[in-house]
């Protein structure tokens, strides 16, 4: 059985560093692509960020490039979101993801974690 677990959400000030991660289980993890998305109260879940298997080359929405890295440890079977320069707009609940490949649809990701709340004040 997969499991996604994400961690770390919580209530930081605009302009903070907040760092959420996501713990797998039941999967080849390293072969597996993946994503974070988020969803603010009333709006479409949209594409943050996603890290290739093997090589962990990364892409970014141009909403938070240069922002926020991610980063994935293969023999901890995690992966990380840090956030620095955080906007009251980051404020979402995000979702770890993981696909075959790097993508930015929903779609192509077919293990999803339960989410954490990120809530930016400002």
């Known amino acids: 059985q997969v499991q996604l677990v994400e961690s770390g959400g919580g209530l930081v000030q605009a302009g903070g560093s907040l760092k959420v991660s996501c713990a797998a289980s039941?999967?080849?993890?390293?072969?597996?692509?993946l994503a974070w998305f988020r969803q603010a109260p009333g709006q479409e879940r949209e594409f943050v960020g996603a890290?290739?298997?093997?090589?962990?080359?990364?892409v970014y929405a141009d909403s938070v490039k240069g922002r926020f890295t991610i980063g994935r440890d293969n023999a901890k079977d995690t992966v990380h979101l840090q956030m620095n320069s955080l906007k009251p707009e980051d404020t979402a609940v995000y979702y770890c993801?993981?696909?075959?490949?790097?993508?930015?649809?929903?779609?192509?990701?077919?293990?999803w974690g339960q989410g954490t709340q990120v809530t930016v004040s400002s």
């Open positions: 993801a993981a696909g075959v490949v790097v993508s930015v649809r929903e779609r192509n990701y077919g293990y």
């Open positions: 039941g999967v080849s993890f390293s072969n597996y692509a």
């Open positions: 890290v290739t298997s093997g090589v962990s080359s990364t």
